[in-house]
């Protein structure tokens, strides 16, 4: 079966500048733009953003491309939110990330996270009533958000906006199979 044609797609990663898990960030960039697939990172300053390997080891520096304040949901087909537990701790803090997701449900639009990814949407207030995975540590976190969480290496929820959700770096192949499907739709 031939691949989905993604060329033309345009997707908005968001991150902050520090702790975002390596693969989580990487692989994905590369595989979507290795499809066609225009992706921009969003950070939380200009400053490159410095992923890291198991939440302790130096990773890779990725060169975002504009700011959360910067950026224009309307412009993209799809949201994709990074874990890492340190990242994704302080991008629910961050106003202008978590006005993006929102910007994101509220329009209907795809949103894909993986592993911690998902406390963004936590504290957008939008897994009332979806489906969806995580790292096992935010169970509690999205059950008492009012979604429903499963331990699978991928979710997707079509209910209202879709939601694509993986657990960890080991469901990428899956997790990025799941986000071209959405993408080609």
């Known amino acids: 079966m031939a691949a989905p044609d993604l060329t033309g797609r345009r997707v908005l990663a968001i991150v902050t500048n520090y702790g975002v898990e390596q693969d989580e960030l990487v692989v994905p960039l590369e595989h979507l733009r290795g499809e066609g697939v225009t992706v921009d990172v969003a950070a939380t300053s ?8 198991g939440d302790k080891d130096p990773g890779l520096a990725v060169t975002p491309t504009l700011t959360h304040a910067d950026a224009d949901p309307a412009e993209y087909d799809l949201l994709l939110v990074p874990g890492g537990t340190i990242n994704a701790d302080a991008l629910r803090l961050e106003d ?14 795809p ?9 963004a949407l936590v504290e957008a207030a939008a897994v ?12 509690t976190d999205v059950l008492n958000a009012g979604g429903a ?37």
């Open 46 to 53: 200009a400053d490159d953003v410095r992923t890291l390997v």
């Open 96 to 109: 202008d990330a978590v006005s993006l997701v929102r910007a994101f449900t509220t329009a209907g639009k």
């Open 111 to 119: 949103v894909a996270a993986i592993c911690h990814g998902p406390w």
């Open 128 to 139: 009332e009533g979806k489906t969806l995975t995580s790292y096992p540590s935010l169970e």
């Open 149 to 185: 969480w499963v331990d699978r290496p991928v979710v997707r929820d079509d209910d209202g906006y879709t939601l694509v959700t993986s657990r960890n770096p080991g469901d990428l192949d899956d997790f990025l199979r799941a986000v071209d499907a959405v993408l080609a739709a």
